[in-house]
């Protein structure tokens, strides 16, 4: 069972600096996308310092064992909150990309379908996962990042995102597990 929901850690005005700094680039990949840039963020030290800070105080005084970054992204800043929270890092990844034995979970796509997959050895039974990407938009990626983590008898401890697109409702779809969004787009 997932556990009570939990409010953002920190008022979107504490990370409107950050938010600055991410670059709008319209019809990109096709038109009528309007594509958030955080690469712009990214390159700024302390900018991206202050942003594990952030999401690392958000975990204070809980157990995390793991920390499992979603590909490709969450390879980013997951490593770097793990060893913020004394943390180790599982990588989550799309298929054929990890070398041992893999549970995978599938999941809907705007047109089709994709699949995640987790090393079978990366998560204990029992083990508390917070699982980090750089953007939750309608929620499907984290929700089959969750399963796998399940799938593993691992408890999801919480979800990390930089960025969330209020107006895709992806929160909604990850029911009452904790989910920490620094910056928000509603449209």
Known sequence: MAPASKPHSR???????????????????????????I????????????LIDILAAHYAGHK???VAGIEARGFIFGPALAYRLGAGF??????????AVTVSAKYALEYGSDTLEIHQDAVRPGQKV??????IATGGTASAAAQ?????????AGF?????????????????Y???????YDE
């Open 11 to 37: 008022p979107a005005a504490d990370c409107a600096d950050l938010k600055q700094l991410i670059r709008a680039i319209p019809d990109w990949p096709k038109p009528g996308i309007l594509f958030y840039d």
């Open 148 to 156: 796998l983590v399940e799938t593993l008898h691992g408890k999801v």
């Open 130 to 135: 917070l699982i980090v990407d750089d953007l």
């Open 160 to 176: 990390g995102f930089i960025v969330e697109l209020r107006f895709l409702h992806g929160r909604q779809r990850l029911g009452g």
């Open 39 to 50: 690469t712009t963020l990214l390159k700024n030290g302390a900018a991206f310092a202050r």
């Open 64 to 66: 995390v064992d793991l």
């Open 90 to 99: 599982v990588p989550i990844r799309k298929p054929r990309k990890l070398p």
């Open 178 to 184: 904790d989910v920490n969004s620094l910056i928000a």
